[in-house]
């Protein structure tokens, strides 16, 4: 038995884990109760990271060795590293030779850790000379860089987690804590337990679990925010809420903003943003008359067309009414991925350069170049994501090298996408996992460590950066990012003839001294930290300058910015609709965010057939009224179009949604969600639309129509399936999705692993495919139960082991699928049921009845469980909602282990009428 501490992998909260393992294997997870973010905690997410370290479910799935395809048509074989890395140093000679420097693209990612990102940095910028490197925080924080950029003059939140305790108000926008910041999310909730007047505003087009939560919900309208924030200056200025003395010493532009915001009127406002006029003032009250206001934001202002405005007029907002540069206040940017920040650190975007230096300033490239020891670093501004994608599509960038993210599920408009992957003459994917969307792109895939095996440091969302250790060694071949950059680095030198390297690292340390001396004299000076003083005293935040005992908390407290003037400038922010308003032929506004028990992709997550309980297949989410007025019930297929694409998938009824609105959550790719014609998944619907200013893509909004699919034949296959085959599975039936107008495949269990397939059609499927499918599933031979009603293309398909269902396929009718699906689920034994397992009737026998969703998924607690433990506790006349929930708790244990599902067991414990609560 072993430990080791590290960091999750997964969210920018950045939580500490302690590792357990026998050498081998990974046995185990728990939070470490020294780290300074979770104190121990950990959120159903980061709670199963073992499980997703399985080595007999990740043999499967990971990238294991270097793959080679020498000629678009042929297949990829393996091959050795000095080979593969020869090949791409080979082209990269030619290209650049050929079509300048310029004519190459990096696509990285905000989930490498800060020494790989800095070792392709300067791979790019320093040893190739091209700024097009760029990364999928493009899709994620560039708005809030450039918005904090703006108006504090650097990229960096101001505050930290502890500000939550000395809060009275907390104002959520645009994000959704509850599912994607968890274990910070308990830490709010933990402050409103103790401070009875801590009060909580969260503005969203959804009716979240964290919106469920609040004290105040403002529902805005889709893109709306900076006419909320606007509004709320308006009222604070009228009813002198502002600091004015704060304004005249500490800031610039007030006169220009104030200007704009006086034609921002509560009625015009509340009209506007689709809420109540005295919601929106009280709103402004609350946060005017806050000792401290705290506000945190995510992609919901982020991911716009106005990103960068809306980030801006938060700030506005805080820096008038002197919220910030003191306890409990501040604007606060929650960072999506594990080290968002380290990546920015380090310069990782088009325009950026290492040590939050900008490109577009000569004195800051000369800077760099003294520093890496280079003539210069290019001044021609780089290609932002979408963009890079574009000019590879239009052929001028001919070799692009993608690591750590997967752009053929995450990016928006996946037709551009894809057709610029096909155009591009070398994709090299650089990838833990080979079952991405993106690796069936790949010309030469490079197998990567992940989580658990990679070390180095990640910096979270409150700028503290952790050690990232390593437990075991990666499998097969696979090697460090940074290791792999710096090895084809070394290859490229010598082919460039070029006299000594500019990567003479054997190890993250030395990299990360280098980063260190980049920020020495900048906003997150860290010369006073080193690798021995994060192992010793723990994480550490920066600014942690050389003789300072420790890192800055809290930014801003003297009132003096780092810009020119030493004064936060205000933006004069006016607000501007979303890219794509909706009309008559796309009617209805479709946004997209986060689950709560997945991460993007999947490809980690989606390992782990626990973490589907909660929502288990694709689906679109719709307002009751909308659905109705298209004669949609729950669960129909529907054709989800925009002007770019077309998904078809379930709709089901959400009671978040206002009418008008839909919501996808943003995991469902072609990896899970697929079907004939398109099927790229989620993002076949969303635009390219960009902020002027961040580039970041307007992914929250587009404007599309909904019609009920006819798809009359269904098509149905569960079942378990042996650890070292699961996943294998689930990856050999995708290609088989493409033959289907829709299919998905996910997974389900929990100690054992279940795959599910699901398909629809206008017509039968050809029986041979079926055939094959079902054979996958071992569905073939004497021993299956079979109905085959063929003159209506009736069937069902049963295998049963040792007196238990085992794999059930069905088609045409499949509406016996729920109850054989318990059966299959519950282990229950059959062979009472005789005949009625072959019966064409829908109806479930007696003695079964379905659990649903689950809920809680560390102690495994159904729906259908709360739902009646709360009607029974609430029958019994418990007081407060406190109280119940602390019963509901102690009856089932739901919720007392990670505490990601207590935001619904609250959920479902308001939906009960109270006795004596009104
Ligand atoms: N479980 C889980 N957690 C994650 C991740 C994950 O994949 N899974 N990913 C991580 C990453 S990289 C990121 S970036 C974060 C994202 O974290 P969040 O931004 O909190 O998550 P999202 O669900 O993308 O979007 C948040 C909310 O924005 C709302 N929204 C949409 N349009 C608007 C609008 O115009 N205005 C406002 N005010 N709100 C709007 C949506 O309804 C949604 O509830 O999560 C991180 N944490
Ligand atoms: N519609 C819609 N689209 C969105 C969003 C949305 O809200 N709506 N959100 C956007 C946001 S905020 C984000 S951050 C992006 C995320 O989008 P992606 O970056 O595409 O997300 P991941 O699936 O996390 O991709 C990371 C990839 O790296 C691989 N990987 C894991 N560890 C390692 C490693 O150590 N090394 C290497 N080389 N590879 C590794 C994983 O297998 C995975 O395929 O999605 C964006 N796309
Ligand atoms: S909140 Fe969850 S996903 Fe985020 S770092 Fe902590 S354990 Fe990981
Ligand atoms: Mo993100």
Redesign the pocket.
């Known amino acids: 038995m072993r430990e080791t501490k590290t ?9 500490g ?1 302690i590792v357990e393992s026998d050498g081998e294997r990974i046995t185990g997870v728990r ?1 470490d109760p020294q780290h300074p ?2 104190f121990g ?7 199963t ?1 073992h499980l997703t370290a399985n080595p007999v479910l990740q043999q499967q799935v990971r990238a294991l060795h270097p793959e080679l395809r020498t000629a678009r048509g042929a297949p990829r074989a393996p091959a050795a590293w000095g080979e593969t890395l020869d090949f791409i140093a080979r082209r990269f000679v030619s290209t650049i030779r050929e079509h300048g420097p310029d004519s190459v693209g990096f696509y990285i990612s905000g989930q490498l850790l800060t020494e790989d990102y800095y070792v392709f940095n300067k791979l790019a910028k320093g040893l190739i000379g091209t700024n097009n490197i760029d990364t999928n925080s493009r899709l994620c924080m560039s708005s809030a860089v450039a918005g904090y950029k703006q108006t504090l003059g650097a990229d960096a939140p101001p505050v930290c987690y502890e500000d939550i305790d000395h809060a009275d108000l907390i104002f959520i926008a645009g994000s959704n804590m509850a599912y994607a ?4 999310y308990r830490r709010v909730e933990e402050a409103r337990r103790r401070n009875p007047s801590l009060r909580m505003i969260v503005a969203d087009p959804r009716r979240t679990d964290t919106a469920r939560d609040a004290d105040l919900f403002l529902p805005i309208l889709p893109g709306t925010d900076v006419a909320l924030f606007n509004g709320m200056l308006h009222v604070c200025l009228w009813e002198g809420l502002v600091d004015t003395a704060y304004i005249d010493a500490h800031t610039e532009g007030f006169a220009e903003l104030k200007r704009t915001v006086r034609d921002y009127t509560p009625a015009y406002v509340a009209e506007l943003c689709g809420i109540g006029e005295d919601d929106l003032i009280r709103a402004a009250r609350w946060f005017g008359q806050a000792k401290a206001a705290l506000s945190f934001y995510c992609q919901g202002l982020n991911q716009s067309s106005s990103g960068t405005a809306k980030n801006a007029a938060l700030i506005n907002l805080h820096l008038a009414t002197r919220q910030i540069g003191k306890p409990g206040a501040g604007p606060f940017s929650l960072t999506g991925q ?1 080290n968002a920040m380290g990546g920015r650190e380090v310069g990782g975007l088009s325009n950026l350069l290492s040590a939050h230096r900008d490109m577009a300033d000569s004195q800051h490239r000369a800077e760099v170049a003294r520093l890496w020891g280079v003539e210069s670093v290019p001044a021609t501004p780089g290609k932002t994501a979408i963009e890079m994608f574009e000019a590879v599509r239009r052929g001028e960038i001919r070799i692009l090298w993608i690591v750590c993210t997967n752009p053929a599920q995450s990016l928006p408009a996946q037709r551009m996408v894809r057709e610029a992957l096909e155009k591009a003459e070398l994709v090299i994917v650089q990838e833990a996992y080979r079952t991405t969307a993106t690796v069936a792109y790949a010309d030469v895939v490079l197998p990567a460590t992940t989580w658990g095996e990679k070390e180095g440091t990640v910096t ?1 969302s409150e700028r503290r950066i952790t050690r990232v250790n390593a437990v075991l060694p990666g499998p097969g071949q696979a090697r460090h990012d940074w290791e792999i950059a710096v090895d084809f680095a070394r290859r490229l030198e010598t082919m460039l003839e070029r006299t000594g390297t500019l990567f003479p690292y054997t190890t993250t340390e030395q990299i990360w001294n280098e980063h260190r001396e980049s920020t020495r004299g900048r906003d997150l000076d860290i010369t006073g930290l080193s690798y021995r003083i994060l192992e010793q005293q723990g994480p550490q935040q920066w600014p942690f300058p050389e003789g300072a005992a420790q890192g800055r908390k809290r930014l801003y407290e003297d009132g003096v910015y780092p810009t020119a003037s030493g004064r936060a400038r205000f933006v004069d922010t006016a607000y501007q609709p979303v890219a794509e308003p909706v009309d008559a032929r796309y009617p209805l506004r479709l946004t997209t965010g986060r689950l709560r028990d997945q ?1 993007h992709g999947m490809s980690r997550t989606g390992t782990v057939a626990q973490l589907f309980s909660h929502a288990p297949e694709p689906s679109v989410a719709m307002a009751r009224v909308d659905m109705e007025r298209r004669l949609i019930a729950d669960g129909d297929l529907v054709h989800v179009t925009s002007r770019r694409g077309s998904q078809i998938l379930p709709a089901f009824a959400g009671d978040d949604m206002r009418a008008g609105q839909a919501f996808i959550a943003m995991h469902w790719g072609e990896e899970y969600l697929s079907g004939r014609n398109g099927g790229f998944g989620v993002n076949a619907l969303t635009l390219p639309a960009l902020c002027p200013a961040s580039k970041q893509p307007e992914l929250k909004h587009a404007a599309v129509k909904i019609l009920k699919a006819e798809l009359p034949w269904r098509f149905v296959v569960f079942g378990w399936s042996p650890p070292e085959q699961a996943l294998a599975l689930q990856a050999g039936l995708r290609p088989l999705m493409r033959r289907f107008s829709y299919a998905s495949c996910t997974l389900f269990g929990r100690e054992k692993n279940g795959v599910l397939f699901r398909a629809a059609d206008d017509y039968p499927a050809d029986a041979a495919l079926l055939d094959e499918i079902k054979a996958r599933f071992g569905i073939m031979g004497a021993q299956v139960l079979r109905y085959d009603d063929r003159k209506r293309g009736h069937a069902r398909h049963i295998l049963v082991a040792d007196g238990r269902l085992a794999a059930v396929a069905l088609s045409g009718d499949i509406s016996a699928e729920r109850w054989l699906k318990e059966y299959l689920e519950a282990g229950q034994p059959v062979a009472a049921l005789g005949r009625l397992l072959l019966m064409p009737s829908a109806a479930a026998p007696q003695g079964i009845k379905p659990r649903g969703r689950i809920v809680c998924n560390c102690f495994n607690v159904a729906e259908s469980e709360i739902g009646n433990a709360a009607a029974e506790l609430s029958r019994q006349g418990i007081g407060t909602a406190a109280a119940l929930l602390a019963a509901l708790q102690q009856r089932l244990k739901c919720g007392t282990s990670c505490g990601s599902c207590v935001p619904e067991l609250r959920k479902v414990l308001a939906s009960e009428p109270l006795p004596g609560l009104g």
């Open positions: 960091a999750c992998c997964y969210c920018g909260v950045g939580c884990v939070g973010a979770n905690r950990l959120c159903s997410k980061g709670s990271l910041h968890p274990v910070l594990p979270n991460w």
